[in-house]
């Protein structure tokens, strides 16, 4: 992916994406891990789970391309989450960071890849 930034002078928070995709079976990769076990399960984005506190697993969910702001803001009501990180999931030229807020750890950082697959 090639960074993309919101324009100079708009409001943070996902309101601000412009551009508008349309909306599509947009799938990510649910990674589940706790000591005793790893699942990595292939979903449409609508379809993943919401969070279940009772539930101790790590999870992370890999966006492998850019979703449509449609898809993007259902799941972030799913998981309960800040407008701003909905943003930085929008916006592909984040520096690496993580963020804690209510009970949650949201990381965004671009997977390394060799200049050759960026083509």
Do not use: C
């Not at 930034?5 to 994406?17: D, I, N, Q, R, W």
């Not at 972030?76 to 701003?84: E, K």
Request: proline share 10%; glycine share 4%; charged share 30%.
């Amino acid at each position: 992916m090639r960074a993309r930034y919101a324009k100079p002078g708009t409001s943070p928070g996902l309101e601000a994406v412009t551009e508008e995709k349309p909306a599509l079976e947009f799938k990510v990769v649910v990674i589940s891990y706790d000591k005793d076990q790893l699942t990595e399960t292939e979903l449409p984005l609508t379809e993943v789970p919401a969070p279940d506190p009772a539930d101790r697993r790590v999870t992370w969910i890999r966006f492998p391309a850019m979703p449509d702001a449609a898809s993007l803001a259902h799941f972030g009501d799913r998981w309960n989450l800040h407008p701003l990180d909905l943003e930085d999931v929008i916006n592909t030229g984040q520096r690496p960071k993580t963020e804690i807020r209510d009970g949650q750890t949201f990381t965004i950082l671009q997977v390394p890849a060799l200049e050759d697959e960026l083509s």
